[in-house]
Antibody
Framework: QVQLVQSGSELKNPGASVKVSCKAFGYTFSNSAINWVRQAPGQGLEWMGWINSNTGNPTYAQGFTGRFVFSLDTSVSTAYLQISSLKAEDTALYYC????????????WGQGTLVTVSS | QSALTQPRSVSGSPGQSVTLSCTGTNSDVGGYNYVSWYQQHPGRAPKLMIYDVDKRPSGVPNRFSGSKSGNTASLTISGLQADDEADFYCSSYAGSYFYVFGTGTKVTVL
Protein backbone atom coordinates (compact mmCIF):
# COMPACT_ATOMS: atom_id res chain seq x y z
CA GLN A 1 0.00 0.00 0.00
CA VAL A 2 1.01 3.62 -0.42
CA GLN A 3 3.27 4.90 2.34
CA LEU A 4 5.44 7.94 2.85
CA VAL A 5 8.12 7.40 5.49
CA GLN A 6 10.04 10.40 6.77
CA SER A 7 13.37 10.67 8.53
CA GLY A 8 13.63 11.14 12.28
CA SER A 9 13.62 14.22 14.49
CA GLU A 10 16.46 16.71 14.23
CA LEU A 11 17.95 19.12 16.76
CA LYS A 12 20.02 21.82 15.15
CA ASN A 13 21.83 24.97 16.17
CA PRO A 14 20.80 28.30 14.69
CA GLY A 15 22.62 28.89 11.40
CA ALA A 16 23.00 25.19 10.62
CA SER A 17 21.30 23.25 7.84
CA VAL A 18 18.99 20.26 7.92
CA LYS A 19 17.83 17.77 5.28
CA VAL A 20 14.58 15.89 5.79
CA SER A 21 13.82 12.83 3.67
CA CYS A 22 10.51 11.34 2.54
CA LYS A 23 10.68 7.84 1.05
CA ALA A 24 7.75 6.60 -1.00
CA PHE A 25 6.45 3.05 -1.10
CA GLY A 26 3.65 1.31 -2.93
CA TYR A 27 3.27 3.41 -6.09
CA THR A 28 5.21 4.67 -9.08
CA PHE A 29 7.15 7.56 -7.59
CA SER A 30 7.35 9.63 -10.77
CA ASN A 31 3.56 9.64 -11.23
CA SER A 32 2.72 11.83 -8.24
CA ALA A 33 4.01 15.15 -6.97
CA ILE A 34 5.35 15.51 -3.44
CA ASN A 35 4.23 18.47 -1.37
CA TRP A 36 5.80 19.83 1.80
CA VAL A 37 3.71 21.22 4.67
CA ARG A 38 4.90 22.97 7.81
CA GLN A 39 3.17 22.97 11.18
CA ALA A 40 4.72 25.20 13.83
CA PRO A 41 4.09 24.21 17.48
CA GLY A 42 0.41 24.67 18.30
CA GLN A 43 -0.27 26.20 14.89
CA GLY A 44 -2.05 25.22 11.69
CA LEU A 45 -0.90 23.68 8.44
CA GLU A 46 1.08 25.80 6.00
CA TRP A 47 1.70 24.71 2.43
CA MET A 48 5.37 25.17 1.55
CA GLY A 49 5.30 24.05 -2.06
CA TRP A 50 5.79 20.96 -4.16
CA ILE A 51 8.17 19.14 -6.43
CA ASN A 52 7.32 17.43 -9.69
CA SER A 53 8.51 13.86 -9.16
CA ASN A 54 8.89 13.37 -12.90
CA THR A 55 10.88 16.47 -13.86
CA GLY A 56 12.29 17.51 -10.48
CA ASN A 57 10.93 21.02 -10.99
CA PRO A 58 10.11 22.65 -7.63
CA THR A 59 7.50 25.30 -6.84
CA TYR A 60 7.82 27.29 -3.62
CA ALA A 61 5.07 29.10 -1.77
CA GLN A 62 5.54 32.69 -0.71
CA GLY A 63 7.73 32.76 2.36
CA PHE A 64 9.60 29.59 1.44
CA THR A 65 12.01 30.88 -1.16
CA GLY A 66 15.73 31.18 -0.67
CA ARG A 67 16.53 28.99 2.36
CA PHE A 68 14.25 26.09 1.41
CA VAL A 69 15.15 23.60 -1.30
CA PHE A 70 13.16 20.62 -2.55
CA SER A 71 14.99 17.81 -4.31
CA LEU A 72 14.61 14.21 -5.38
CA ASP A 73 16.52 10.97 -5.70
CA THR A 74 14.27 9.00 -8.02
CA SER A 75 16.56 5.95 -7.82
CA VAL A 76 15.38 5.44 -4.23
CA SER A 77 11.92 7.03 -4.58
CA THR A 78 12.81 9.72 -2.07
CA ALA A 79 12.09 13.43 -1.83
CA TYR A 80 14.10 15.82 0.29
CA LEU A 81 13.54 19.14 2.03
CA GLN A 82 16.67 21.07 2.88
CA ILE A 83 16.56 24.17 5.06
CA SER A 84 19.67 26.30 5.41
CA SER A 85 20.62 29.10 7.83
CA LEU A 86 18.17 27.70 10.36
CA LYS A 87 16.36 30.11 12.69
CA ALA A 88 14.42 29.47 15.88
CA GLU A 89 11.20 30.14 14.00
CA ASP A 90 11.92 27.19 11.69
CA THR A 91 11.15 24.91 14.65
CA ALA A 92 8.18 22.89 13.41
CA LEU A 93 6.84 19.59 12.23
CA TYR A 94 7.47 19.12 8.52
CA TYR A 95 5.20 16.77 6.57
CA CYS A 96 5.53 15.42 3.07
CA UNK A 97 2.32 14.50 1.27
CA UNK A 98 1.39 13.03 -2.06
CA UNK A 99 -0.59 14.80 -4.74
CA UNK A 100 -2.25 11.95 -6.66
CA UNK A 101 -2.20 11.79 -10.47
CA UNK A 102 -4.89 14.08 -11.86
CA UNK A 103 -5.71 15.15 -8.31
CA UNK A 104 -5.68 18.46 -6.52
CA UNK A 105 -5.45 17.32 -2.92
CA UNK A 106 -3.11 15.41 -0.60
CA UNK A 107 -4.12 11.78 -0.29
CA UNK A 108 -1.23 10.27 1.67
CA TRP A 109 0.98 11.89 4.28
CA GLY A 110 4.27 11.09 5.92
CA GLN A 111 4.37 10.78 9.70
CA GLY A 112 6.09 14.16 10.05
CA THR A 113 9.62 15.16 11.02
CA LEU A 114 10.18 17.45 13.97
CA VAL A 115 12.95 19.97 13.41
CA THR A 116 13.99 21.85 16.53
CA VAL A 117 16.31 24.83 16.22
CA SER A 118 17.89 25.75 19.51
CA SER A 119 21.29 26.57 20.92
CA GLN B 1 -1.80 33.97 -0.73
CA SER B 2 -3.74 34.36 2.54
CA ALA B 3 -4.94 31.41 4.58
CA LEU B 4 -8.57 30.41 4.16
CA THR B 5 -10.75 31.47 7.09
CA GLN B 6 -12.20 28.83 9.38
CA PRO B 7 -13.95 29.23 12.75
CA ARG B 8 -11.56 28.57 15.58
CA SER B 9 -13.82 26.01 17.25
CA VAL B 10 -17.08 24.14 16.85
CA SER B 11 -18.74 21.82 19.33
CA GLY B 12 -21.62 19.39 19.47
CA SER B 13 -23.03 16.53 21.49
CA PRO B 14 -22.73 12.90 20.38
CA GLY B 15 -25.23 12.15 17.63
CA GLN B 16 -25.64 15.77 16.62
CA SER B 17 -24.49 17.36 13.38
CA VAL B 18 -21.93 20.13 13.09
CA THR B 19 -20.95 22.17 10.07
CA LEU B 20 -17.52 23.72 9.58
CA SER B 21 -17.04 26.61 7.18
CA CYS B 22 -14.03 27.55 5.06
CA THR B 23 -14.08 30.98 3.42
CA GLY B 24 -11.72 32.04 0.68
CA THR B 25 -11.85 34.17 -2.43
CA ASN B 26 -12.63 33.96 -6.13
CA SER B 27 -8.96 33.02 -6.62
CA ASP B 28 -9.14 29.83 -4.60
CA VAL B 29 -12.32 28.32 -3.10
CA GLY B 30 -14.64 30.19 -5.45
CA GLY B 31 -12.54 29.64 -8.54
CA TYR B 32 -12.04 25.88 -8.46
CA ASN B 33 -13.91 22.76 -7.35
CA TYR B 34 -10.75 21.51 -5.67
CA VAL B 35 -11.51 21.99 -1.98
CA SER B 36 -10.33 19.24 0.35
CA TRP B 37 -10.69 18.63 4.08
CA TYR B 38 -8.25 17.00 6.49
CA GLN B 39 -8.73 15.64 10.01
CA GLN B 40 -5.81 15.81 12.41
CA HIS B 41 -5.84 14.12 15.79
CA PRO B 42 -3.26 15.32 18.34
CA GLY B 43 0.20 14.00 17.54
CA ARG B 44 -0.91 12.49 14.25
CA ALA B 45 -0.49 13.36 10.60
CA PRO B 46 -3.46 14.89 8.77
CA LYS B 47 -5.89 12.49 7.09
CA LEU B 48 -7.81 13.24 3.90
CA MET B 49 -11.57 13.26 4.56
CA ILE B 50 -13.07 15.03 1.53
CA TYR B 51 -11.65 16.03 -1.84
CA ASP B 52 -12.96 17.85 -4.90
CA VAL B 53 -15.52 19.61 -2.64
CA ASP B 54 -17.74 16.61 -1.97
CA LYS B 55 -15.96 13.34 -2.72
CA ARG B 56 -15.09 10.89 0.05
CA PRO B 57 -12.00 8.67 -0.16
CA SER B 58 -12.51 4.99 0.41
CA GLY B 59 -12.82 4.23 4.11
CA VAL B 60 -14.14 7.63 5.20
CA PRO B 61 -17.61 7.25 6.78
CA ASN B 62 -20.52 8.81 4.92
CA ARG B 63 -21.18 10.85 8.07
CA PHE B 64 -18.70 13.28 6.55
CA SER B 65 -19.97 15.37 3.65
CA GLY B 66 -18.73 18.44 1.81
CA SER B 67 -20.29 21.24 -0.17
CA LYS B 68 -19.50 24.65 -1.58
CA SER B 69 -21.36 27.86 -2.29
CA GLY B 70 -19.51 30.76 -3.84
CA ASN B 71 -16.32 31.44 -1.91
CA THR B 72 -17.30 29.30 1.09
CA ALA B 73 -16.89 25.56 1.43
CA SER B 74 -18.44 23.50 4.22
CA LEU B 75 -17.81 20.19 5.92
CA THR B 76 -20.73 18.59 7.75
CA ILE B 77 -20.22 15.85 10.30
CA SER B 78 -23.44 13.99 11.03
CA GLY B 79 -23.99 11.65 13.96
CA LEU B 80 -21.07 13.15 15.85
CA GLN B 81 -18.90 10.57 17.62
CA ALA B 82 -16.24 10.90 20.31
CA ASP B 83 -13.49 10.00 17.84
CA ASP B 84 -14.47 12.94 15.64
CA GLU B 85 -12.88 15.26 18.21
CA ALA B 86 -9.91 16.65 16.29
CA ASP B 87 -8.63 19.61 14.31
CA PHE B 88 -10.00 19.99 10.80
CA TYR B 89 -8.32 21.92 7.99
CA CYS B 90 -9.66 22.86 4.61
CA SER B 91 -7.44 23.35 1.60
CA SER B 92 -8.02 24.73 -1.87
CA TYR B 93 -6.18 24.80 -5.14
CA ALA B 94 -5.37 28.44 -5.84
CA GLY B 95 -4.23 28.34 -9.44
CA SER B 96 -0.75 28.20 -11.02
CA TYR B 97 -0.05 24.98 -9.10
CA PHE B 98 -0.38 26.69 -5.70
CA TYR B 99 -2.42 25.54 -2.74
CA VAL B 100 -3.62 27.21 0.44
CA PHE B 101 -4.77 25.77 3.76
CA GLY B 102 -7.39 27.07 6.12
CA THR B 103 -6.69 28.33 9.62
CA GLY B 104 -8.14 25.20 11.18
CA THR B 105 -11.17 24.37 13.33
CA LYS B 106 -11.09 22.43 16.56
CA VAL B 107 -14.10 20.14 16.84
CA THR B 108 -15.09 19.30 20.41
CA VAL B 109 -17.54 16.53 21.24
CA LEU B 110 -19.35 17.53 24.42
Amino acid sequence: QVQLVQSGSELKNPGASVKVSCKAFGYTFSNSAINWVRQAPGQGLEWMGWINSNTGNPTYAQGFTGRFVFSLDTSVSTAYLQISSLKAEDTALYYCSRDPPSGWHFDYWGQGTLVTVSS
Amino acid sequence: QSALTQPRSVSGSPGQSVTLSCTGTNSDVGGYNYVSWYQQHPGRAPKLMIYDVDKRPSGVPNRFSGSKSGNTASLTISGLQADDEADFYCSSYAGSYFYVFGTGTKVTVL
